[in-house]
């Protein structure tokens, strides 16, 4: 790239666990969905907190790591979300992050990228400090599953929802990573997976215990399941493909790639086996306890990785990000130090029939 962009710091917030085993025996899990998945638990935030507010503290923690570069201050907000943000309509819960972290002179945008998000987020905020409109930038991203609008157990085929905010500042002044090639598509011929055959609606609220597999059962129902897995697998080797291009990378040049966090049968589907990659070479190990942190999966693991100093300088990781569109961002990024950040934010109690 020729302007510089790095990464200047990330963090994450993620309350204590809720048990898998716990949620089974209460009727609300599964079992076969459980033995699929393979995810013994979840993180689950209580009514105390906003998800706004969670969207604050991450923000907060990030800004704190990135003090010595960018001070309290960034020119560009960009909030994603998968999940109700707190205010059915009207509201946009970026101002108020901005507004609560004490930024002034930015600009705070919202952004709807289904899981995707915290990446495509990513994407354009690095768009906006390579074309000059803005030397720093921070990603947040904050989701909260909670009933009744939605089951995180049950919502849908092969994911359960964890509860957790995520955050990451980009400067071109310096970091701890540097940006070297970032991606995006759209294979816009599965949009329908998420949207299913119903009608669309006038009415807008917080709809109950909305389920996901409904819209995606009626659109296999239709295509079939290799149809989409097909489309899927294409367009996330192409984004990849793309990135590596940019860069003169493979894939077995990278120390660790970073993916969404869903169940095992799923990962191995969608990325393990198209990608070539065991799940040794990713975070698979940690995303089973947090379940899919809606739009923050890719910050998060980026934040695990150097507080749990799992990368070294000179090291290349690769992130790929992919949600409902059907839409993917790819980057790739070198360490080129590790912070010494005392507070681990990316742990979090497990309950007592867990173990790391």
């Known amino acids: 790239m020729s302007i510089p962009v790095y990464i200047t710091s990330a963090a994450a917030w993620i309350p204590p666990a809720e048990s898998a085993k ?3 025996a209460a009727g609300r899990y599964p079992a076969e969905d459980s033995s699929l998945n393979d995810i013994p638990c979840l993180p689950v ?3 105390e907190i906003s998800v706004p507010d969670m969207g604050v503290i991450a923000g907060r923690r990030a800004l704190d790591r990135a003090a010595g570069v960018v001070g309290d201050q960034v020119d560009l907000i960009v909030h994603a979300s998968i999940y109700h943000q707190g205010r059915d309509h009207h509201w946009n819960s970026a101002p108020y992050i901005q507004r609560e972290l004490g930024i002034t ?4 945008v ?3 990228g289904m899981s995707n998000g915290g990446m495509a987020a990513f994407d354009l905020a690095m768009a906006q400090i390579e074309a000059g409109r803005a030397t720093s930038a921070m990603v947040t991203t904050a989701d909260r599953f909670c009933p009744p609008g939605f089951d995180r157990w049950r919502g849908s085929y092969g ?3 964890g509860d957790g905010s995520t955050a990451m500042v980009l400067s071109r002044t310096g970091g701890f990573a540097r940006v070297h090639a970032i991606a995006s598509l759209t294979d816009a011929s599965l949009e329908p997976l998420h949207r299913g055959t119903d009608p669309f609606t006038n009415a807008y609220g917080v709809v109950v215990d909305e389920n996901l597999r409904t819209a995606k059962k009626s659109y296999l129902e239709e295509v079939g399941r290799e149809s989409v897995l097909k489309r899927a ?9 793309s990135v590596l291009e940019k860069t003169g990378h493979r894939l077995d040049d990278f120390a660790k790639i970073l993916l969404p966090n869903m169940g095992n049968l799923l990962m191995q589907v969608q990325f393990f086996h198209p990608l070539g990659i065991p799940a040794e070479r990713t975070l698979w190990n940690w995303g089973r306890h ?3 942190l809606g739009a923050g999966d890719l910050t998060a693991g980026l934040a695990r990785l150097v507080e749990k100093k799992e990368v070294s300088p000179g090291d290349h990781v690769l992130l790929v990000g992919a949600g409902g569109g059907y839409s993917l961002t790819a980057a790739v990024v070198e360490i080129e130090s590790v ?3 005392t507070e681990v934010t990316t742990d979090f109690a497990l309950p007592s029939d867990v173990t790391e």
Do not use: M, Q, S, Y
């Not at 697998?233 to 493909?241: C, I």
């Open 22 to 24: 716990e949620a089974i």
């Open 45 to 47: 935030a209580t009514d």
């Open 105 to 108: 002179d930015a600009f705070a």
């Open 110 to 112: 919202n952004i709807e």
């Open 159 to 161: 994911i359960v929802f």
């Open 233 to 241: 697998e294409e367009a996330l080797l192409a984004v990849v493909r």
């Open 290 to 292: 947090t379940g899919h």
């Open 339 to 341: 912070p010494d950040w």
